[in-house]
């Protein structure tokens, strides 16, 4: 059981905004630390897509913006395309693991 | 650009010992400014961060690995080390190594880039 949760699965099509949501606690979001997150297309290694909640890495699509709220983070993406179609995971820093951790994923279908 | 490597044994027997390494190359793993870490994926499930390495030696790992977990790091080959013992079918996973670095002096750090990942099973 993951200390951050997210939804097993989000839709939606071009031209939509789905919204990936991170729900975490006052030891892990809520204690202030930043949520990155990751995007893992299928039969690769996970890739940084956004960090410290709300930034790009070069060469990262504006389609993909982050936010953070509280003990939750959100990951939206605009205008899903067919080749976004991956598992997303948000990740932090928990004080009380002391330790890193990750969110179970979701996997996002572009319809 | 800096490129990360696992390798080791595909499978591995039930209370037998894991050992992999992680080979980086186009850049030092002896860099002040990065951890390097392990982290593992069961099958169908998101990533576990396992544990970390500091250059100068120091190791932080997740506390139910601890006692069976040690990260090792070989500044002459540029490499960094796990040895997991006494593994069972759970430890069954693809294993990452991955920089961990922190783009606001040390306040939050990001797994990037990552290795391809090498699955290991733990069966007789």
């Known amino acids: 059981q993951s200390l951050l949760t997210q939804p097993p699965s989000v839709s939606g099509a071009p031209g939509q905004r789905v919204i990936i949501s991170c729900s975490g606690s006052?030891?892990?979001?809520?204690?202030?630390?930043?949520v990155h997150w990751y995007q893992q297309l299928p039969g690769t290694a996970p890739k940084l897509l956004i960090y410290?909640?709300?930034n790009r890495p070069s060469g990262v699509s504006d389609r993909f913006s982050g936010s953070k709220s509280g003990s939750s983070a959100s990951l939206a993406i605009t205008g899903p395309q067919a080749e976004d179609e991956a598992d997303y995971y948000c990740q932090t820093f928990d004080n009380s693991l002391t330790g890193w951790v990750f969110g179970g994923g979701t996997r996002l279908t572009v319809l | 650009q800096l490129h990360l490597q696992e390798s080791g044994p595909g499978l591995v027997k039930p209370s037998e010992s894991l050992s992999l390494t992680c080979t980086v190359s186009?850049?030092?793993?002896?860099?002040?400014?990065?951890?390097w870490g392990w982290i593992r994926q069961p099958p169908g499930k998101g990533p576990d961060w396992i544990g970390s390495?500091?250059?100068?030696?120091?190791?932080y790992y997740t506390p139910s690995l601890k006692s069976r977990l040690t990260i090792s790091i070989d500044m002459s080959k540029n490499q960094v080390s796990l040895n997991l013992i006494s593994v069972t079918a759970a430890d069954t996973a693809v294993y990452y190594c991955a920089r961990i670095f922190s783009r606001d002096n040390g306040d939050n750090w990001t797994f990037d880039p990552w290795g391809q990942g090498t699955l290991v099973t733990v069966s007789s």
């Open positions: 186009g850049g030092s793993i002896s860099s002040t400014d990065y951890y």
């Open positions: 410290n909640n709300n």
């Open positions: 006052s030891s892990n979001i809520g204690a202030g630390y930043a």
């Open positions: 390495i500091y250059y100068t030696g120091s190791t």
